[in-house]
């Protein structure tokens, strides 16, 4: 099974919003939170889409990538799940690191929020993706969905309605 960054991303974030995303169960107007970047990323620095590349590793998508310094660039509109962005960014250095390159870094930018961050990939890192990796794999093994996360998390999950409307009804 390829374990993409999405799932990697929603892993951390909601693990109920994971399976659904990764058993096919896409409500209409499904905000990708991964491609959602991509597109801030082009409105917000079309110039500065020249340096980058968009590669693929192990059948998991980089948008941008500076080969020459070796840097992955990774965009979000707002840091509400920022524990799950960093988990996407030290997904792809990881994956580059497991792909021959030496020293990876990253830049995640929130520009709304005029705050970037500087991600580079710790020993408690390496130790830690193999076993997300591991969880993820059971976790969509088993044909039971994970239970909801507290619904003030739940607001603009595009899930909203699939996951509470016999509660709000
Ligand atoms: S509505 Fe809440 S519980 Fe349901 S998938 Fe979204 S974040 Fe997860």
């Known amino acids: 099974m390829h374990i993409t960054a999405t799932l990697i991303n929603l892993f951390h974030f909601c693990k109920r919003e994971m399976w659904l995303h990764a058993h096919g169960i896409r409500m209409e107007h499904t905000s990708d939170a991964v491609s959602e970047g991509k597109l801030i990323h082009e409105t917000v620095y079309p110039q500065r ?40 960014v030290k997904y792809y250095l990881w994956l ?28 408690e890192d390496r130790q830690l993706i193999p076993q997300w990796r591991e969880a993820i794999e059971q976790l969509l093994a088993s044909d039971t969905c994970p239970s909801r996360l507290p619904i003030s998390q739940c607001r603009s999950c595009s899930y909203f309605d699939f996951c509470w409307s016999e509660e709000q009804a």
């Open 49 to 88: 889409s020249e340096r980058f590349r968009e590669i693929e590793l192990d059948g998991c998508k980089i948008d941008f990538y500076d080969p020459k310094e070796k840097v992955v660039h990774e965009i979000k509109k707002s840091d509400k799940a920022e524990a799950a962005h960093l988990a996407q």
């Open 96 to 123: 580059l690191e497991q792909n021959g390159v030496e020293g990876p870094t990253a830049i995640l930018e929130y520009p709304k929020l005029r705050r970037t961050q500087r991600v580079v990939l710790t020993e």
